[in-house]
């Protein structure tokens, strides 16, 4: 059983918009949005394409400010990128330069407080993502899925207090994902991070979730929330039972309204 405490991050009513080339009015895309998650709590946001999530996982990693409205962190307001709140994107954003191994060091040589354990560190988060024998590689002679588990490492490997997750694993095949999901499950289990997942699968998002937060189509609003119902581990099996389909059925239908 996790232990879910304190808050961990919060939205309070933020609004966005951005200016259009050629329009005199902005386009509105987030229009008061209220969300929180607590310490340890793994939460998926769906939502139509073009409603909003990525500019609202923007402004929760810091890359962009909201118009009005207050986001935060540990109570903290929220107004730049930190290694507190690490993102991890679809495409996987590696240096290609750097060989699996340096990729991983990178974050952690510029942080004093670990310099000296650094590559013990990178070698144990190599180990949690099965890259073992792979260190050296660089980036271009990885499968997708590999590219993608080294960048989970380094995002991890910081200790993050929150993982904020824009689609990871949607470029990748069926079986590929799913052992990324299996893999993401079980160091959520060792590492207790607090995660953010946008996903377009609603499978994906009940499986792997406490909690679903579900957006209305431009300018995305939060309409319903969902707490996933289905113990842990959940097998793949469980996708066959009614109530499995009842809730797909059921959010299906709030992304389509
Ligand atoms: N920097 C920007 N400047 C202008 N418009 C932007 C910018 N970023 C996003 N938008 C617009 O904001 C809207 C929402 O985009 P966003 O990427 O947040 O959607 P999304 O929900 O993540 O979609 P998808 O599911 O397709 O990834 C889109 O209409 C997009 O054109
Ligand atoms: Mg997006």
């Not at 966005?16 to 946001?45: A, M, N, T, W």
């Not at 994906?204 to 979730?209: D, M, Y």
Request: glycine share 8%.
């Amino acid at each position: 059983m996790k232990l879910m405490q304190r808050t961990n991050l919060s939205a309070d009513g933020i609004n966005k918009s951005f200016s259009r080339p050629g329009e005199h009015d902005p386009l509105k895309v987030l229009e008061d949005i209220h969300f929180e998650i607590r310490e340890g709590e793994f939460v998926s946001i769906l939502g139509p394409s073009g409603c909003g999530k990525s500019t609202f996982l923007n402004i929760l990693a810091g890359f962009e400010p909201a118009d009005s409205g207050h986001a935060a962190c540990c109570g903290e307001h929220i107004r730049d990128p930190s290694p507190e709140r690490a993102v991890v994107f679809q495409s996987p954003v590696l240096f290609p330069w750097l060989n699996v191994k340096d990729n991983i060091l990178y974050g952690l040589k510029l942080r004093k407080d670990v310099r000296n354990e650094a590559e013990e560190i990178a070698s144990e988060y190599i180990r949690a993502v099965g890259l073992d024998g792979f260190w050296d590689y660089y980036p271009s002679q990885l499968s997708g899925g590999m590219q993608q588990r080294t960048a989970l490492a380094r995002a991890l490997v910081l200790r993050p207090k929150v993982l904020l997750m824009d689609e990871p694993f949607a470029a990748l095949d069926a079986q590929t994902r799913y052992s990324m999901q299996q893999l993401l499950l079980g160091l959520w289990e060792n590492y207790r991070h607090t995660i953010v997942f946008i996903t377009h699968d609603v499978e994906e998002a009940l499986l792997l979730s406490d909690r679903i937060c579900i957006m209305s189509k431009r300018p995305g609003r939060m309409i319903e929330e969902i707490a996933v119902p289905f113990e842990r581990p959940r097998p793949l099996s469980l996708t066959g039972t009614q109530e499995f389909s009842m809730l797909k059925g059921h959010i299906l239908g709030r992304l389509m309204d």
